[in-house]
């Protein structure tokens, strides 16, 4: 039996929140290591663009650049946007613009594979990395968590931080409960080109249907997130890329001209999960694992940078084998988290409900929403991650 090693924190799941988390911990001086399933491919410019591609928004910007990872990631291919168009088929309208928000973007739209890769990049040489890895074996203590890993290798950490997205095994092998909603939809995401070139601009249709967003890239085209009920979504990903071009030209009612397919379909079921709790003695659950929403409103994995960021400040100056100091700090980090997530997450899921159920009511309420300054305003602090509640680094 291979003798066990100790670490400040282990972190399992190496998408975009374990690898900020394991980053960022790292620069505070601990001993970190990272477990995932498995590696990511590394991004480069020549390959096609990844189809997972997320609005990054301006408080994430700030914790990446934390992560010494935006410069290059910016200085590649994001598509920034600097106003955002909400309407729905049944009238009413909504529009944001940066400047009146003192900001000179409101987010970005940048591919997955980018960002993993450049965090990835800095983990190299910050963090001790296991993958291939899989658990085996995970015991959970009042001051540690231990592990063993199906090669057999054994693990002590006195942080466990569990970032392995909405199907986390460690939320499932500590029996934290979730609160789910199934949405009965799927999210189709392509690349589109549209005849009239999408220039910064981030716009989100209600249709009957569902939600449909084109997000622009930063070359004219756009990346679609199109929610539809799931029987028609799966009609719709045997249709021929000239039949798809031809419904989405007639659901955007030529807006944007006639609009043709520019990569393959993807297609991702949704749902709303909400972990009951988000700390289990020294155990966090972060991003995914935590908490998924509908992507309406491009929240997802930034809710997830939230989280790292609000650790990271609650663990600033705290030793991790100070027993109290450590749970005063998880405990307010799990309580300010799971209230705003919450929070967050019910807010839009109530949008959801409310364009599915009565889209004429939810028209009028984003014309009511474009007449009243404050309630704009704040709408666009929480999408854009610099509340007064957010973390300081998203805020600075
Ligand atoms: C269609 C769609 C569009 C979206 N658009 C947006 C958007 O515009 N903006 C936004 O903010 N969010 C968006 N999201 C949400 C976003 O995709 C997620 O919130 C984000 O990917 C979650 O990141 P994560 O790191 O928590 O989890 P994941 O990305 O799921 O990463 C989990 C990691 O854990 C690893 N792993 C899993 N299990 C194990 C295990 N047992 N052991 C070791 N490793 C393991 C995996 O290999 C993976 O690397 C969208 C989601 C969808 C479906």
């Known amino acids: 039996m291979s003798a066990e090693r100790d670490f400040d924190v282990v972190v399992v799941g190496g998408g975009l929140v374990g690898a900020s988390a394991a980053v960022m911990l790292a620069q505070q001086g601990r001993r970190v290591m990272l477990l995932d399933r498995q590696r990511p491919t590394v991004w480069s410019s020549e390959n096609q663009r990844d189809l997972r591609v997320f609005a990054i928004s301006p408080g994430s910007a700030r914790l990446l650049s934390e992560c010494n990872v935006w410069d290059a990631i910016s200085n590649s291919r994001a598509g920034a946007y600097q106003q955002m168009q909400i309407t729905t088929s049944a009238g009413g ?66 942080l466990l931080l569990a970032a392995d997205g909405g199907r986390s095994t460690v939320r499932e092998q500590l029996g934290i409960a979730t609160s789910n909603r199934d949405y009965l939809q799927r999210a189709l995401v392509a690349e589109l080109q549209t005849e009239i070139p999408n220039e910064g601009v981030a716009w989100q249709i209600f249709l009957d249907t569902g939600p ?74 972060l991003g995914d694992a935590a908490h998924q929403v509908h992507p309406l409103a491009g929240q997802g994995v930034n809710l997830g940078f939230q989280d790292v960021a609000g650790l990271a400040q609650q663990l600033t100056g705290i030793e991790l084998q100070d027993s109290d100091a450590m749970d005063a700090a998880l405990e307010k980090f799990e309580r300010w988290r799971i209230s705003e997530n919450t929070l967050i997450a ?33 709408f666009m602090q929480h999408a854009c991650g610099i509340h007064p509640n957010a973390p300081q680094i998203c805020r600075r």
């Open 212 to 285: 449909l967003a084109l997000l622009p890239l930063g070359d004219g085209r756009s990346s679609m997130v199109w929610s539809l009920p799931s029987e028609q979504a799966e009609t719709a990903l045997q249709w021929e890329p000239e039949k798809l071009g031809a419904e989405l030209t007639l659901a955007s009612n030529n807006r944007f001209g006639p609009i043709k397919l520019a990569s393959r379909v993807a297609g991702f079921p949704l749902q709303l999960q909400l972990a009951k709790q988000m700390r289990q003695g020294r155990v966090i659950l």
């Open 346 to 378: 019910r807010g839009i899921d109530g949008i959801q409900r409310l364009f599915a159920d009565r889209p004429g009511i939810g028209g009028i309420g984003l014309s009511m929403v474009q007449r009243f300054w404050p309630l704009k305003d704040r």
């Open 93 to 158: 309208e909504l529009a944001f613009h940066a400047h009146q928000h003192g900001l000179r973007q409101l987010g970005w739209i940048v591919e997955n594979n980018l960002i993993q890769s450049q965090l990835w990049g800095q983990l190299d040489n910050l963090v001790e990395i296991t993958a291939p890895a899989e658990i085996k074996q995970l015991i959970p203590g009042d001051r540690n968590t231990r592990l063993e890993l199906s090669d057999g290798s054994r693990i002590r950490a006195r």
